[in-house]
């Protein structure tokens, strides 16, 4: 099989998936996603923080930042924009090109239900073997989950979030 036709195929093998409604409005929600100094503040699992380097969040944009965990280990990280639809699409390649080890494509969607947003991040990755890899070696499915709850905790705590 062509490799090009196994990307169109089911993915639900090599896929983590996190969904999250906010108590917020979708434009609200997207600029914490889309602002450097807004995701910096929330962006990642539990105890991480952030440094970022670069963030163009736009077709051929460029997301470089460093994801400090908890024990002092450094994790560098590069997305490439692939599709942006504000406030309702974002697409990104992370951590190099398909195929790559540890590459794995992005889509969040961000749906407006009344006042609120729903938020779909689904990750996926090059094959099986390595979401169960990443998964087994980082949890990412908690590190996901985590990350959304992080948000919900940040825009809540935001001056003007009432």
Known sequence: MHQGSATIGNTADREIIGT???DAPRELVWRMWTEA???AKW???????N???EMEVKHGGVWRFIMHGPDGTDYPNEIHYTEVVKPELLKYDQNGKEGEPGYHGVTVTFEAIGEKTKV???MVFNTAE???MIEEKY????????NLNKLHVYLLE?????
């Open 43 to 49: 962006w990642g699992p539990n105890g991480f923080t």
């Open 37 to 39: 100094e807004h995701i």
């Open 51 to 53: 440094t970022i380097h």
């Open 158 to 162: 935001l001056p003007d979030a009432g």
């Open 130 to 132: 390595e979401r169960d």
């Open 120 to 122: 779909c991040m689904r």
């Open 139 to 146: 949890h990412a499915v908690e590190g996901l989950y985590q």
């Open 20 to 22: 999250r409604v906010y």
